[in-house]
């Protein structure tokens, strides 16, 4: 039979597409990759309704280490917030996924793949562009794109094989992963309703106030309240506490790769605090054109990487220049943690570039004398005095 792999979630879409390649003559492999959200005890009912839908094999694969070493490092290094507000929490994981699946296809010799996007959304797109790269050789196959299949229609389907599985659709969608979750509702088509808080799902559970304390060294968090532990755990950690306080709710409005607007809601309390936390150490310890240039190509970065471009090689030039940004972004970030939000108290570093021993601003200067300042005020504006003078500019 013709070996097919199909990304798998163990939802309607997936779980008809396993089907229906079946009856395309397909041996259906699936494959689970795992970003970080699934318990254990989920990813075994995963598995088990695979076979129990004809899965010739199903795999989980984890590869949480590896999206942090090759995605969330460096989203943290370029502190990307699309649109100044959504840490890439969905579209990052899109795209390592699908790395994963055509990684899988290929070794186990599979001469198609398959995932269950519709097409109206981003990922079909970000799917697509890895597989065609990576292996055009292999077939794509999409059976609710091509299909234009309503739910209804796929329900109906599977009943028709015999699976009768409760497909009543949850009132909110929600994907959850290590770098954030996102929450998608009838309120999110609209333009005017927020998502009410009970659609998130981390409720307010603390009250009053809490500190904790981010440590970084070479722009990565080493450490969580004085626990030395890997960047994943420490994400984790801080997760499992900041959540507690319901931080991190907020809707991002953005184009998406088609063309369209569209809302989507997500909370992501551990991505928000590291990121704000990680640009306060940077603005404390980096040069003026340091975080200039940074900021202009970490918008870049994470707009190609939102849109499925990851492969891009000038991907792989920003990496390298945000790597060697990091070198002084090492300190201690203190953080308060209250009901819906936190704010950055300081940092601590042996990097700190407000050294009082040169000065400080608005009181003493230790490094220059009135002079010399005056002189500088002189040279600094003698451009714009040349320019006022030559054109007669007059201001009223």
Not at 21 to 32: A, K, N, S
Not at 56 to 72: G, P, S
Not at 133 to 144: D, R
Not at 386 to 392: A, E, H, L
Request: hydrophobic share 40%; net charge negative; glycine share 8%.
């Amino acid at each position: 039979m013709k070996k097919v792999v199909l990304a798998y979630s163990g939802g309607l879409d997936t779980s008809y597409c396993l089907k229906y390649l079946q009856d395309q003559g397909y041996e259906v492999h699936t494959v689970l990759i795992n970003t970080g959200g699934f318990d254990a005890a989920e990813l075994q009912a995963i598995e088990t309704r695979a076979y129990e839908l004809g899965s010739a094999k199903h795999a989980n694969l984890d590869i949480v280490e590896k999206y942090y070493e090759k995605a969330i490092k460096y989203l943290i290094f370029g502190n990307v917030l699309r649109n100044n507000t959504y840490p890439l929490s969905v579209s990052a994981e899109r795209v390592f996924q699908a790395l994963e699946v055509i990684k899988y296809a290929k070794e186990n010799g599979a001469i198609a793949i398959a995932h269950g996007s519709t097409g109206a959304g981003n990922d079909q797109i970000r799917f697509d562009l890895i597989f065609q790269t990576i292996a055009p050789e292999i077939e794509i196959i999409t059976p609710i794109r091509d299909l234009k299949l309503s739910r209804q229609e796929e329900v109906a389907y599977l009943q028709s094989k015999g699976v009768n599985y409760s497909w009543e659709k949850a009132q909110y969608s929600i994907n959850k992963g290590i770098w954030g979750t996102s929450v998608g509702g009838k309120e999110t088509l609209t333009s005017d309703q927020p998502l009410p808080s009970e659609a998130y799902p981390s409720q307010l559970q603390k009250e009053g106030s809490e500190k904790v304390r981010l440590t970084f060294k070479n722009g990565e968090l080493v450490a969580f309240n004085g626990v030395a532990n890997t960047p994943t755990q420490n994400i984790i950690a801080l997760e499992n506490i900041a959540s507690q306080y319901a931080i991190g709710r907020d809707v991002h409005v953005g184009d998406t790769i088609i063309g369209i607007k569209g809302r989507v809601g997500f909370e992501a309390a551990a991505p928000l605090i590291i990121i704000k936390a990680h640009h306060l150490l940077e603005k404390h310890t980096l040069s003026k054109w340091q975080l200039h240039w940074k900021q202009s190509l970490a918008d870049f970065y994470g707009m190609l990487f939102h849109e499925g471009q990851f492969l891009d090689p000038i991907m792989r030039n920003i990496e390298d220049f945000l790597q060697s940004t990091q070198t002084s972004v090492t300190g201690d970030v203190i953080v308060t943690l209250q009901p819906y939000h936190f704010s950055l108290d300081g940092i601590e570093s042996e990097f700190d570039l407000m050294n009082s021993e040169f000065g400080q601003y608005g009181e003493m200067n230790n490094a220059w004398t009135a002079d010399d300042a005056k002189g500088f005020i002189k040279i600094l504006g003698n451009a714009q005095k040349i320019y006022s003078n030559v054109n007669k500019l007059k201001y009223d």
